[in-house]
């Protein structure tokens, strides 16, 4: 049997009528009446999850891989993997609960250095990777290569005989 008591009974604990609390032979249960809330929380949730789709595509655009491949929970971290030129069987270290957080700092650094970015947007990306994953897809930068070396065919300088390659 259900019970239903207002949650102003007790002033010190519940100064405003906020919720109403069940009361039944499986415990206690609060129930929140604001959904609109809620809504405003969930759409601003959602349109990051977007904002970062829409960033991570871009970036993953500028590296000559699909876009799609961004939404593909582990697929895209295979993609990514190779972005930095690095072997897709290292996505088996995110299978490791500690190695996962360092190796995920370590990818997105390699991921800054693979699109030139300075020292600084290293230790953001570190530390704020969606963030950073988004200002690399929004921004002009490009990608260099794996290690921030220009590949000879990207490069606008000449190299050792004089030639420019274009």
Known sequence: MI???????????????TCKIYEHKGGTHMHFPRGGEAIVILAIILAVIVVV???MTKVFQK???????CVIPIYN????LQI????????LLMLIPIVNVIFFAYVY?????????????????ILFGSLALCT???DDSEYIGPDGIYPEFL?????ITGVVHV
């Open 109 to 125: 650094y390699k991921l800054a250095v693979a699109f030139g970015k300075p020292f600084w947007f290293c230790v953001l990306a």
């Open 84 to 91: 930095i030129g690095k072997s897709p069987w290292l996505m």
């Open 77 to 80: 971290g295979i993609v990514m």
């Open 63 to 69: 590296a000559g891989k699909p876009g799609w491949a």
């Open 155 to 159: 490069s606008d300088t000449p190299d």
């Open 136 to 138: 690399m897809g929004f």
């Open 53 to 55: 789709i829409v960033g």
């Open 3 to 17: 019970k239903l008591r207002s949650a102003t009974s007790n002033k010190e604990h519940f100064p405003k009528k």
